[in-house]
């Protein structure tokens, strides 16, 4: 009943929003530098002034200023985005979105899905340093309307950058905990660094990109060392101002002990190599108002687990897969406003030692309109149809208003659906004594309602909403006692309600000084109908409580920034950690010191990894751009 009903929504509103013949600018938004972005949805491109629902961006310059080493550390500062690292500094994390599974929140580069059908815990192994990273935009909510499937509680879409004049950007760091290693894990103290080079070539008609990073880190603790490595190529081509060409290539592996990674304490020797690539070629054409986008994209992925890693002859796990994928994208510009339509197909492949070997298809056809009512409402409605040829047919619409009440508040709302996939681990894993799959699975299906408004008054800017979800055939991963095997079952209904608020500020002192603020609080209330003699692995780690607050401060050429952060999840401690980093620019170079973890917390986000300990940190920065 609530597709039906959604549906007829769905036929009214769009009924509606073609009778209007305009759509009025949003008042403007205090930062220039956010008012040039375009959010680069797959369906319909929209200026960040214009977003109708809940979308924050973060830029290169905000990532270089953060007391950061790594997309996944970068990540962590993002209101309702929750990290869940086994190993530091980029080894191999989980990633969610307001409470959600890490299996729940997808992740793309330019668009492009990086779904890992083995499992997500290697969806973060992303070929892109930070230095060749334009800006990154976080989508929260169902957005099967927007992404297609897997897109079930948000969105990370990680956008790189392309110019037209030629830049070079350069990275170098070093740190250690000055602690020394534990015994049998040779000798020394703990330390590590990295390494990072990103050149552009630019001229008025093409864009070339590429990147190279390696990171080097000897351990914390007993079997947790790790090595990565990147390798990124992303170019674009303009034939005329009608008709361009995109193509993307990348390589990521990580190689790292996984000491209690999955089966603490008796995997103390396991080591894992993971490695993956990426591949994209699109172009883009446009006739008067008709725009056509096709797309072709491949991921492959290496995942070779060694419960024993000095004896490959027993406890191995060798997952090899690929997902071939091929899009339609086009959009028409009308007096009734703009409209997106087009078709993707996703073909996935799995040749596993534990896992066996599958394939499976996936097919789905959108419809959008992108307009307005009356002189200041705005907002986008749309369907995905999708059809998988394990699961069949699905249905998802959705719609988002917005509406400036004046030049300083706005309020919006959204309505949206979405479902994931099961991987192929949920449904085939044969690991036993640890985790059996079941081939009896269903997909979740989600259903996501949220209002917020937002006010912003010169350099002040104030947003906080509500979210409700209910997610029916919720996966999770479950047990009766400790001597079953976890076996993963479609829960009833997992439902969520949760609120945040966020707040930021500037103030230019004078003199070429400056200081600002940012502060975000996320709560959230899960209900799982289950049986409570059951053990369950997610309940765990759903994220309650989140509250990060930084502060910056500038004068000429020197700048500090400090962030903190608290969180607890469900029936887990909390805990707090705080950071700083000190930059100081001379010409074409930066100088920065960092602390992470500066009051020595002590504390876990997965498995049964215990983090870093406090971090000391020094590096330089060389960028150079042609004028």
Avoid: C
Wanted: hydrophobic share 35%.
């Amino acid at each position: 009943m609530k597709k039906v009903f959604a549906s007829v929504i769905l036929i009214a509103a769009m009924s509606s929003f073609a009778q209007q013949k305009e759509v009025l600018p949003d008042p403007e938004i205090p930062s220039s530098e956010l008012e040039e972005i375009i959010i680069q949805g797959n369906r319909l491109q929209t200026p960040f002034s214009k977003a109708t629902r809940d979308i924050q961006v973060i830029t290169q310059k905000q990532i270089q200023a953060l007391p950061a080493k790594s997309l996944n550390e970068v990540l962590s500062y993002i209101s309702g985005v929750d990290i869940r690292q086994r190993g530091p500094f980029g080894t191999q994390t989980d990633i969610s979105i307001d409470g959600g599974t890490s299996e729940q929140t997808l992740v793309l580069l330019n668009g492009v899905k990086m779904i890992d059908a083995q499992t997500a815990h290697n969806m973060m192994n992303i070929p892109v340093p930070l230095s060749a990273i334009d800006h990154i935009e976080v989508l929260r909510g169902a957005a099967a309307r927007i992404y297609g499937i897997n897109a079930l509680t948000g969105a990370i879409n990680i956008v790189t950058k392309k110019g037209k004049r030629s830049s070079v950007a350069a990275d170098v760091q070093v740190g250690s905990s000055f602690k020394n290693k534990d015994e049998g894990d040779g000798s020394g103290i703990y330390w590590g660094g990295a390494a990072e080079f990103t050149g552009i070539y630019g001229t008025e008609s093409q864009s070339q990109l590429f990147s190279i990073s390696r990171s080097d880190y000897n351990g914390q603790r007993y079997n947790s060392a790790s090595e990565n490595t990147r390798l990124f190529y992303n170019g674009n081509y303009d034939f005329d101002s009608h008709n361009s060409i995109q193509a993307m290539l990348g390589y990521a592996q990580s190689n790292f002990g996984a000491n209690g990674f999955y089966a603490a304490p008796n995997d103390i020797n396991s080591e894992e190599h993971v490695a993956s690539s990426v591949f994209s070629l699109s172009s883009k054409h446009t006739w008067g108002n008709f725009t056509l986008s096709p797309r072709i994209s491949d991921r492959y992925g290496e995942d070779d687990y060694r419960f024993y890693k000095d004896d490959l002859s027993r406890g191995r796990s060798l997952h090899y897969t690929n997902a071939l994928m091929l899009e339609l994208n086009s959009s028409l510009r009308t007096s009734m406003g703009t409209f997106g339509f087009g078709m993707e197909s996703r073909l996935e492949t799995i040749n596993s030692s534990n896992i066996g070997s599958h394939k499976r298809d996936n097919h789905g056809a959108y419809a959008e309109l992108q307009s307005g009512i009356g002189q200041k409402l705005k907002g986008t409605v749309g369907l995905y149809a999708n059809y998988n040829t394990d699961f069949g047919w699905q249905m998802y619409p959705g719609i988002d208003l917005a509406y400036p009440i004046n030049d300083h508040w706005k309020i919006s709302t959204s309505l949206g659906s979405g479902q994931r996939i099961p991987s192929f681990s949920d449904l085939y894993l044969n690991q036993r004594p640890g985790n059996v799959g079941n081939a009896a699975l269903q997909p979740e299906n989600s259903w996501n309602y949220e209002g917020n408004i937002a006010y912003w008054r010169g350099d002040l800017q104030f947003k906080t909403g509500y979210f409700y979800r209910n997610i029916t055939d919720f996966i999770d991963w479950m047990r009766a006692d400790s001597t079953e095997p976890y076996t993963p079952e479609n829960i009833s209904e997992n439902k969520m309600h949760g609120i945040y608020g966020r707040l930021q500020q500037d103030f230019d002192l004078g003199d070429e000084q400056s200081i600002g603020y940012q502060v975000s609080y996320n709560y959230m209330q899960p209900s799982f109908k289950t049986s409570t003699d059951t053990q369950s692995k997610y309940t765990l780690e759903s994220l309650k409580h989140q509250f990060i607050a930084g502060v910056h401060y500038q004068i000429t050429n020197f700048s500090v920034q400090i962030k903190n952060r608290w969180l607890q999840r469900e029936l887990a401690n909390a805990y707090n950690i705080a950071d700083i980093r000190l930059n100081y620019q001379a010409q074409n170079f930066m100088l920065y010191t960092e602390v992470t973890n500066l009051f020595n917390a002590s504390y876990q986000e997965a498995g049964a990894v215990p983090m870093p300990t406090r971090w000391f940190g020094l590096g330089v920065r060389y960028q150079w751009q042609q004028r």
